[in-house]
């Protein structure tokens, strides 16, 4: 798929303020810091559409964005950042977690994971979540650049067959880099054919 325009809309906390046009939309999760911002620039390319950082917590709001006047793609706020206040952790969760059980026109979540870490407790129990709230969710590994293809290779393979103990079957899984653009076709074309999916 084509990317014709990419324009930011609104940010906010509550998805009650969201964009109210029904149009569908594809929203970006994951650890702070794990990519997320710099995807949705990546998939745009707009390289300063959505705000990023080398520091974790940039993101702290429900960001939308359309895409060819058409579907938005939307940038979350990170779950985890362990720097963070308690009270400010909380305040994000609920953003987050309202955001994803309420708007009815997320299609598909993509859940990013550095391709750098083992599987972490955190991002398992956020998609045992996603699971038992019947979220439909991908798998985005990111920043793939950062490691030799063979390691990258073996990585996200011992990755899948962890989650392999807890899920029947896995989700659809991508393996991205924002710095080389590797993954960009793979998860436009995906969305391409969830929105004729959904619009038929
Ligand atoms: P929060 O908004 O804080 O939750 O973070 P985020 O998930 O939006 O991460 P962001 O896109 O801001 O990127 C965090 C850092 O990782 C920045 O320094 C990016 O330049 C870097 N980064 C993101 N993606 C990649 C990638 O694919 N490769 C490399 N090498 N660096 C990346
Ligand atoms: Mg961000």
């Not at 490691?147 to 011992?158: D, G, L, N, R, T």
Request: glycine share 4%; charged share 25%; hydrophobic share 35%.
């Amino acid at each position: 798929m084509e990317i014709k325009s990419a324009k930011f809309i609104i940010s906010n906390t509550d998805v009650k303020k969201c964009p109210q046009d029904n149009k569908n939309e594809y929203a970006f999760i994951g650890r702070s810091n794990v990519g997320k911002s710099s995807l949705i620039n990546m998939l745009t390319g707009k390289k300063s559409l959505a705000m990023t950082s080398a520091t974790p917590g940039k993101t702290m709001l429900i960001n939308h964005f359309l895409i060819n006047d058409a579907w938005y793609l939307v940038d979350l706020p990170g779950y985890g950042y362990a720097q963070r206040g308690k009270d400010s952790r909380k305040q994000l969760k609920n953003i987050i977690e309202s955001y994803i059980l309420k708007r009815e026109t997320m299609v598909n979540l993509f859940l990013l994971i550095d391709s750098r870490h083992k599987p972490q407790n955190i991002d398992k129990e956020f998609m045992q979540w996603l699971g038992e709230n019947g979220v439909p969710f991908s798998i985005v590994f990111t920043k793939l650049d950062k490691m030799s293809s063979s390691a990258a290779k073996k990585a996200i393979e011992i990755y899948c067959n962890e989650l392999k103990n807890d899920w029947e079957e896995l989700p659809p899984v991508f393996k991205t880099s924002s710095v080389d653009k590797r993954g960009r076709s793979e998860i436009l074309d995906y969305i391409e054919q969830l929105n004729s999916m959904v619009d038929e």
